[in-house]
């Protein structure tokens, strides 16, 4: 399918400066366009690229002012990386824009479909449960009984939602996403055994959440797990039962929170961090990658690091020291040396 830079101008509500006939099908990295696609700029290093690529349409700002003479057609927005983030979520929304039931899903008769949904292949879908308009479900996916999956959400290959979870609209959940499975609850007995504990609760998630590949989130053992409206969550993340994520949380890869803890939101967790549970976590606060949370954070904002962590202020000042530790004991030896000669 191709596009003309009149036609992605007025989708972006931008301003062409060039040839409005210009044609694109495909999308490039400015330093590797080629003829027929389509690029942008918006970080002052990549500008050297403008005048050499082969791209035939660069999406740039309103107060790019180039050097030397361009070959592309250029379309001028007010924020080029976001007029191509927009771009790139309708060239996607366009590529997935699929319908249909496939013969092969197996769908319990019970279950109350949308408008416009796509089942693909080997989907299995159990009793009771409500499937919003525009809903994908692609290969291989399950969708327990008594569930609800909201307005146009995704659900990629291979996800498995157990039975009695709540999908908001808009969520993207990406392949491998496990949903709803039981929370990690076992009594030690007298005899050294582990007696389980049922998990009867389920996983809520609100509107605009997105979940990567193979993140698992687990049911509650009474009431529900919540992740809240906006959360992104990256990769193999482990979510416990009953914990709660805020509003537009982001959370990286390999992070893994253990039960009932809270954590506010608009927080910003980095990659391979550990959260132990029954803990508070206050809104905005910032956690670098590979800390270990072991109490609760009070104070709205703050940042923190280490392991255990603590106030990334007083972090770096520690680890300043920490690295003139080997330095500090030469000298302290020295010194000792030379008030032993001296005696």
Aim: charged residues 20%.
């Amino acid at each position: 399918m191709k596009f003309t830079a009149e036609q992605i101008a007025a989708a972006l509500g931008g301003t062409i400066e060039g040839n409005p006939k210009a044609e694109v099908s495909t999308l490039s990295k400015i330093e590797e366009g080629k003829p027929g696609s389509l690029s942008f700029l918006a970080n002052p290093m990549y500008t050297k690229y403008i005048y050499s690529t082969k791209a035939d349409i660069i999406i740039v700002n309103q107060d790019f002012v180039p050097e030397k003479p361009i070959h592309p057609t250029l379309i001028r927005v007010k924020d080029a990386y976001s007029a191509f983030t927009d771009l790139l979520r309708m060239y996607e929304e366009a590529k997935n824009n699929k319908t249909g039931i496939s013969e092969k899903a197996s769908i319990a008769e019970s279950v109350q479909l949308g408008k416009n949904v796509y089942i693909a292949d080997y989907v299995v879908i159990g009793e009771n449960t409500t499937l919003g308009d525009n809903v994908k479900i692609y290969p291989g996916a399950i969708v327990g009984s008594h569930c609800t999956i909201g307005n146009d959400t995704t659900l990629y290959a291979g996800v498995k939602i157990y039975d009695e979870c709540v999908i908001g609209n808009r969520c993207t959940l990406h392949a491998g996403v496990v949903i709803g499975a039981d929370g990690f609850g076992f009594a030690p007995q007298n005899d050294g055994t582990y007696k389980k504990i049922p998990q009867i609760g389920n996983v809520v998630i609100e509107d605009d959440v997105e979940i990567g590949s193979n993140t698992t989130i687990d049911r509650a053992t009474l009431g529900s797990t919540l992740i809240h409206k906006g959360v992104k969550l990256d990769n193999l993340i482990q979510i416990a039962h009953n914990v709660e994520i805020g509003e537009n949380t982001v959370i990286a890869a390999q992070t893994g929170i253990a039960g009932s803890t809270k954590i506010g939101k608009g927080c910003m967790i980095g990659g391979q961090v550990g959260i132990v549970g029954h803990l508070t976590i206050a809104d905005h606060v910032k956690i670098q990658a590979q800390s270990g949370i072991s109490k609760s954070i009070k104070k709205e904002g703050s940042p923190w690091e280490g392991s255990p962590a603590f106030h990334l202020p007083d972090f770096l000042r520690a680890y300043a020291r920490f690295k003139n530790l080997v330095s500090m004991e030469q000298r302290l030896t020295k010194l000792e040396r030379q008030q032993r000669e001296k005696k």
